[in-house]
Structures are given as C-alpha cells and as structure tokens.
C-alpha cells in the first residue's frame, strides 16, 4: 500500500511569488492535515480536512495560504505571495475514518526556502 | 492550547553511550507519540503511548509515560551510528481540543562512531 505522497520534494521561490504544494493521502482515507515545521522550531498544525471539507482550519498563519481538496482526494496548499517567514516544512499526513484522530500517517514533507 | 516541550534540541553521543530524551506536555491527553525522522523521509512511528506508566521498548529504545507528571522520556541504551535522526514526541489532546497532533520541537540525535 502507498504511503502519503508528497510533491515537490523541495522548493525554492522568491518572496512575492506563488508556490503550490500537492499532497496525495493514503487511498480510502478521509481525514488529511496539513502542518509545517519551521527551522529549529516545532511541527505545528494548520488545517484538517474530512474528505473535500475543512473540519477545522484554526492553524491557518494568514490569509495568503489557500487549502483546498476537490473530490475529497488529494489535496494543495498554495502559498501567494509568499513571505521569507513561509520558509520551513510542509508535512502532510492522513487518516481513516475509523481511527479517526489517533493514527495519523505522516508523508516526507516539502521542504519550501524563500529567498 | 496544548504546549509540548522536548529537549534537548540538539544532542550528539558517541557509540555505546546512553542518554535520554524528555518530553513535557500541559494538560491532559488522550496519547503520547514517539517518532523518528531521516533525512527526505516520513515520520515513522515509534511508540504509542496510552497510559500511565506505561512502558515500550524496542531494540536500543525505550519509551515511557509519566500521566501525573505530564512527561515522556525516549531511552537511547548503547547508541549506534544508524539510531542517527530527528525525534519527535507528539500528543493529541482531549477531544475537545481538535483532532490535531501538537509536536514537540525534535531533537536531532548525532551518534558519532
């Protein structure tokens, strides 16, 4: 079985221009979050989905950061325009419906440097 | 919100050696997560925690939890070149408090033969 996929594997932009990362969950899994690890700092939450809906999105930085996930499949972040502080990780992971919350499954992360 | 802090952040050992990973958290929590990272690569999960004093060992890695005193420790015995990677404990909170995984900041762990 597949695990998370996540692409790009690394990005590098300059500040102000649009970066659009994909990730594509584990098959049959409803549940998808996004989160982000700044350098040195911890792995922090930004948005959950139940398939294409957003449960909660409370660790959205900004405005400039869009999620989306039509047909409930895989899902974009897209960072426009980007800040030098958009800089870190970008991890995705998923989960089935029946375990819910607790058995999350991580993908490699994209790894975004703005210049 | 749920706070986790590990420390350290940094930590270099040398072969053979022990040491031991902390992990704090601020409030009550339904799990506790143990995780390892290389480099390109996904989180790979380690131990799942449910409840006090429990306890789980695998190879050179032990992992135990602490409920009252709200702490995890990740037990390195004997470190090898390839336990070399970042580590990363994780809680999820009561059902109240999301759905969400909070992370502590990892420790990267340099094992030098």
């Known amino acids: 079985e597949a695990g998370v996929t996540q692409f790009p594997s690394h990005s590098v932009i300059e500040k102000g221009q649009t970066v659009t990362l994909r990730c594509d969950p584990i098959?049959?899994?409803?549940?998808l979050y996004w989160y982000r690890r700044v350098m040195g700092k911890e792995i922090k939450f930004l948005l959950h989905f139940v398939k294409e809906s957003k449960q909660d999105e409370s660790g959205m930085p900004n405005n400039r950061f869009l999620a989306e996930r039509t047909g409930g499949t895989y899902s974009t972040l897209k960072v426009q325009p980007a800040e030098l502080e958009d800089s870190g990780v970008y991890f995705c992971?998923?989960?089935?419906?029946?375990?819910?919350?607790?058995?999350?499954?991580f993908g490699p992360g994209t790894r975004l440097t703005v210049t | 919100e749920l706070k986790v802090e590990q420390n350290p952040l940094f930590l270099s050992m040398q072969e053979g050696k022990n040491y031991t990973i902390y992990c704090n958290y601020s409030?009550?929590?339904?799990?506790l997560y143990w995780y390892r990272q290389d480099p390109g690569k996904s989180l790979e999960s380690l131990f799942v925690?449910?409840?006090?004093?429990a306890v789980k060992q695998e190879g050179r890695l032990m992992a135990s939890l602490d409920t009252k005193a709200r702490l995890s420790t990740l037990h390195i015995t004997a470190a090898v070149h390839d336990l070399s990677a970042t580590y990363f404990c994780a809680v999820v909170g009561l059902a109240n408090t999301g759905n969400q995984f909070y992370f502590g900041t990892g420790t990267s762990l340099t094992v030098i033969p």
């Open positions: 409030t009550t929590s339904d799990r």
């Open positions: 098959s049959g899994h409803d549940n």
């Open positions: 992971a998923s989960s089935h419906t029946l375990q819910g919350r607790y058995e999350q499954y």
């Open positions: 925690l449910l409840s006090n004093g």
